[in-house]
């Protein structure tokens, strides 16, 4: 009598291994991280102005230590916690308003050729006028509060979500809007079932890039005119000529629009982009976690 013997699972070898994740995207994220930090380091030891990443670390680490109130820091209770939550509190209160203002306008714009030819001069207006400039106005025109951040916001965001989903909406093939409308389609499904899929890489295209504009707008008033917020914290660094104080708020402000990015808005694309999965190429190996050897 022969006794059957279990077939050993296949394991792949260590070469194997190492060849799929140096062929891996996250293998080149890691070689740039690792390269961004030997050039700080190398920066840092050459000039005595540019700190070094363990300054750094240790100013991060010491800020956290500092009570924002009272006496004593807790988990919660301190600088970096509660200026960077006033600054996203701010960007989120006038992303808001970037939302209803910038998606309605730019599918007028795209549908209603009355609409582009009113508002196509003052979206490039806000398009070529910087950001700091509209700070500087907000802060005359509305005082130190919260309305001023979320005005220049609003103004600077808003322009770049509307061109992004104007060109979305003209992107829509004519010929299934009429064929929609001649088949007795309602607006409401006709929306939901067309306008809406049409347009969801574009609005996500343009919100990626106004909250960019938007975070790096509060922290701008923050700076000029404020008096909390991760931008008025950097400005209290620099006007003390701390170096490290400078670059670990830095630090800090890169992480957060990072974290945000890879965790809420990135999701949210590969969600809305699903569908490439299932034709290959490029973008969607590297989505699905895989790579060409």
């Known amino acids: ?9 296949v394991t792949a070898s260590a070469p194997a291994k190492l060849k799929t994740f140096l062929f ?6 890691w070689a740039a991280r690792l390269t961004l930090l ?8 050459v000039s005595a102005r540019f700190p070094t990443p363990v300054g750094t670390f240790n100013f991060i680490v010491a800020e956290f230590r500092r009570p924002y ?17 006033i600054s996203l509190q701010r960007t989120a209160i006038g992303m808001v308003w970037v939302i209803l203002i910038g ?42 509060g919260t309305t001023a951040p979320v005005f220049t916001i609003a103004v600077s ?22 064929m929609s409308v001649a088949y007795g389609v309602g607006f409401v499904e006709r929306f939901r079932r067309l306008v809406l899929p049409s347009l969801a890489g574009s609005v996500i295209a343009g919100l990626r890039l106004s909250i960019l504009a938007a975070w790096g707008v509060v922290l701008l008033v923050e700076w000029f005119g404020l008096s909390d917020g991760a931008g008025f914290r950097s400005r209290s660094w620099y006007d003390s000529a701390n170096f490290d104080g400078i670059m670990g708020w830095a630090l800090i402000i890169i992480v957060l629009i990072i974290v945000f990015d890879r965790g809420v808005i990135e999701r949210i694309d590969r969600r809305v982009h699903r ?19």
């Open 24 to 29: 891996h995207p996250r293998a080149a994220r």
């Open 103 to 144: 998606i309605p306008l730019g599918y007028a714009m795209g549908t209603w050729w009355r609409a582009q030819g009113l508002f196509t001069d003052i979206i490039m207006v806000g398009l070529a006028l910087p950001a700091y400039i509209w700070a500087l106005l907000a802060l005359m025109w509305f005082g130190f």
């Open 157 to 178: 965001a808003t322009p770049a979500l509307v061109v992004y989903v104007m060109r979305g909406t003209l992107a829509i093939p004519r010929e299934l809007r009429d």
């Open 69 to 85: 109130v009272g006496t004593e820091a807790s988990l919660l209770n301190n600088e970096v916690v509660w200026n960077t939550v």
């Open 38 to 45: 030997l050039i700080w380091q190398l920066v840092g030891d």
């Open 1 to 9: 009598m022969f006794s059957a013997t279990k077939p050993r699972p």
């Open 275 to 293: 569908w490439r999965d299932g034709i290959g190429g490029f973008g969607a190996s590297s989505r699905a976690g895989k790579s060409e050897p």
